[in-house]
């Protein structure tokens, strides 16, 4: 059971990105789904979250209005469309699931991770 993020990479400030996020392996908790991202010496952080059905959204206050968090379950999918990115937006981003939607801003509510994904962001 495993998440694996991709689709990172190098892009210009003000452009678009949308990183992927595949579910595999098995059978897990994925009522709720998000993305953190941690850069250089700084703390994991929450950027956005959503339910099972797609229905609930959240976003941290950063990246609301730029980035868009979506899924496609049929898939076993999550992505991130990442418009108008600022290069404070560069870092490792991280997917993660977990069993219920709530609180979803907060680490501890995931059980599942995937690896990072780099996306540096030029200026």
């Known amino acids: 059971v495993q998440l694996q993020a991709s689709g990172g990479g190098l892009v210009q400030a003000g452009g678009s990105l949308r990183l992927s996020c595949v579910a595999s392996g098995g059978t897990f908790s994925r009522n709720l789904m998000g993305w953190f991202r941690q850069a250089p010496e700084k703390e994991r952080e929450f950027v956005a979250a959503i339910s099972w059905s797609g229905d609930f959204t959240y976003y941290s206050n950063s990246v609301k209005g730029r980035f868009t968090i979506s899924r496609d379950n049929a898939k076993n999918t999550m992505y991130l469309q990442m418009n108008n990115p600022k290069p404070e937006d560069t870092a490792v981003y991280y997917c993660?699931?977990?069993?219920?939607?709530?609180?979803?801003?907060?680490?501890?509510?995931?059980?599942?991770w995937g690896q990072g994904t780099l996306v540096t962001v030029s200026s």
């Open positions: 993660a699931s977990g069993p219920e939607y709530g609180l979803a801003s907060l680490k501890s509510r995931y059980n599942l």
